[in-house]
């Protein structure tokens, strides 16, 4: 019910194959790799060339969060090398709206990322075409931050809405995720939770994600027996 996305980001990219190894052992469900091009965001980092890497070494699903002014002109480099969610930016030059078909197409799942500022509005009209709806909570750009609680309506606006309409758009959340929020995050209708200090913190990935687990099962509730 509940899917792990450990943010490489926070990684040893100098091990990545332990690294790799790591989260597997942990039992998460995503792998989450955070690409950023230095004009959305002031961070760089990598592109398709290590998400190729990653996926010849391990069979999770990727999702790969583009931090990029022109992820339109991405799209099939990132889907050759074998990312499963492509998740863009709401806030994006194009409109964003253009690039889920494209996405789709190309065999990947389309994600679509607002950043603290931006309302759920900006989602609702499209959620058909939206497999995952990524709701930040820190400015994105970098690891560590604080959590922004403030957030946390958005996600239970898209709950409702999602719910509603019976679609299955998952609802991500990513910055300053840990066994501290967890459950709140849950509560407000998220499903899959980002985290990369908390997850790679003292190396310790198994009790982490253990740690991590426990609590966001926490936000679910009890357990509603007939
Ligand atoms: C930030 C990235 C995040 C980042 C999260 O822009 O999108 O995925 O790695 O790191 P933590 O969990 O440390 O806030
Ligand atoms: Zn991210």
Redo the contacts with the bound molecule.
């Keep these: 019910m509940i899917k792990i996305a450990p ?1 490489f ?2 990684a040893d990219f100098g091990d990545l194959e332990s690294e790799i190894r790591k989260v597997e052992e942990a039992g998460v469900e995503y792998i ?1 790799l ?1 690409v950023m091009d230095g004009h959305f ?1 002031p961070n760089l980092t990598f592109g398709p060339f290590i998400v190729d890497a990653i996926r010849k070494r391990t069979e999770l699903v990727l999702d790969v ?1 583009l ?1 990029m002014t022109d992820p339109g002109a991405y799209i099939q480099p990132f889907a050759d090398a074998g990312s499963d969610i492509f998740t863009i930016h709401a806030e994006i030059e194009d409109d964003f709206v253009n690039l889920l078909g494209k996405i789709r197409d190309a065999g990947m799942r389309s994600g679509v990322s607002i950043k603290p500022a931006t309302s759920a509005d900006v989602l609702i009209p499209h959620l058909e075409a939206i497999d995952l709806a990524l709701v ?1 909570s ?1 400015e ?6 604080s959590f922004m609680p403030e957030v946390l309506p958005k996600a239970t606006a898209l709950r409702e809405e999602i719910d509603r309409r019976g679609l299955e758009t998952e609802i991500e959340i ?4 840990g066994p501290q929020n967890a459950a709140d995050v849950v509560q407000a209708g998220v499903r899959v939770l ?5 997850i790679f913190k003292d190396g310790k990935v198994k009790e982490n994600v253990a740690a991590l687990r426990a609590a966001a099962a926490a936000g679910m509730g009890p357990p509603v027996w007939n």
């Design positions: 943010s980001l926070s989450h955070d965001v969060h931090m930040m820190v994105p750009g970098f690891g560590g931050q990513d910055g300053g995720i980002v985290a990369g200090s908390s």
